[in-house]
């Protein structure tokens, strides 16, 4: 038995790939759960109760169960010995989530499908655990790291050259068994034998890792077979939005850009990540929009601050707060906005005026 798991963060794209694949996939048997830190904002929950009422029982994991402190992250802050989490130090995710999904599948095999956008340029956490295999449905390449460099490796060049002959049409059977035969050195990497096979045909590629899979103990090679090789979806940020829209759910309330005004200029901020509310990855603007926004939760916040230990690195919640510091926080915010707005712009005008050949049009000549 293969187990099929999909965790509900309370953001915006775990939330979209599961509304995806219920309604893409009916016949796949997702196991909904969603890690419960006792620290995540009020629109979180409201999210998760919109997505059960849309997706059935999404089963609540939550770490330190019968501990007398108020919330888990109270309870490891404590046997921590106040030392805050921070990039460097990512225990609260260790802690709080991570050991507890693994309790959570066990031994059995398991598929755990992860909502990393198209749009993204990152990996994602895949378990240590041999158990569990991460497949990313939103992505070109809807397979890990690890599975890749297994596949692509040169010691495995023969075994990937036998399975184009198998599995590609006649159309890309001779180019695909070129670039299967190409040696892995470091000007030919890992990615660009990737992609090139990908360019070729992704339903193919997924095709014969899947094959090549059986040979191996992951579990995605212990299906028969596996719904989304098939997939040549991209999802991309936009898609997210029009998901979550299109289901019903909505998009959680702290994504939604609010208007500030600073000096006479006009600037936006919202928050771009789910998780507690203190999470150390905000950026300043974010803890801004917090304290403005939801000045319980900032004070909740700034009664961690101690012993030297400060969410934002180098800087306490109490010196951020300073009118002043909130100031240039904010004309910050809003210089990157019109830099981003700028460089759209130019962006828009290059594609207007390009007559498609390969010249490129020098978007400084818009500056």
């Avoid at 909505?250 to 999470?279: H, W």
């Amino acid at each position: 038995m293969i187990k099929h798991v999909l965790g509900i963060s309370g953001g915006k794209d775990s939330a979209a790939l599961a509304i995806y694949l219920k309604e893409n996939y009916p016949d796949l048997e997702l196991e909904y759960y969603n890690s419960d830190t006792g620290c995540e904002l009020e629109e979180t929950e409201l999210l998760i109760n919109r997505l059960e009422s849309v997706l059935g029982h999404i089963t609540r994991i939550r770490a330190a169960e019968g501990s007398p402190e108020p919330t888990p992250f109270h309870h490891f802050l404590k046997s921590s010995g106040g030392y805050l989490p921070s990039p460097q130090a990512r225990w609260c995710t260790q802690k709080l989530k991570l050991i507890e999904f693994e309790k959570f599948v066990g031994d059995t095999p398991t598929i755990s499908y992860v909502g990393i956008r198209g749009d993204e340029e990152r990996e994602g956490y895949i378990s240590t655990k041999p158990s569990v295999q991460a497949i990313f449905p939103f992505r070109r390449n809807i397979w890990s790291v690890d599975v890749i460099n297994k596949v692509l490796h040169n010691d495995n060049i023969n075994q990937l050259v036998d399975l184009y002959k198998k599995y590609s049409s006649n159309k890309t059977r001779d180019r695909g068994i070129e670039i299967a035969k190409k040696q892995l050195t470091k000007q030919y990497y890992y990615s660009k034998k990737l992609n090139e096979l990908l360019d070729l045909s992704v339903k193919e590629f997924n095709r014969i890792v899947f094959e090549f899979l059986k040979t191996t103990d992951y579990p995605v090679g212990m299906l028969d077979e596996f719904p989304l090789i098939d997939n040549e979806d991209i999802i991309v940020i936009d898609d997210v939005y029009r998901i979550l829209e299109d289901s019903g759910v909505g998009i959680p309330a702290y994504y939604k850009e609010i208007e500030f005004e600073v000096d006479g200029k006009k600037g936006k901020y919202s928050r771009s990540r789910s998780g507690c509310y203190f999470c150390f990855f905000q950026q300043k603007i974010e803890w801004i929009w917090l304290y403005e926004q939801h000045p319980d939760l900032f004070a909740k916040a700034m009664e961690f601050e101690k012993d030297g230990y400060t969410w934002s690195q180098g800087e306490s919640l109490e010196e951020l707060i300073r009118p002043e510091r909130i100031k240039q926080i904010k004309l910050d915010a809003i210089r990157r906005q019109e830099i981003k707005e700028q460089k759209e712009s130019n962006s828009l005008l290059i594609d207007i005026f390009s007559d498609g050949d390969d010249d490129v049009l020098c978007a400084n000549c818009f500056i």
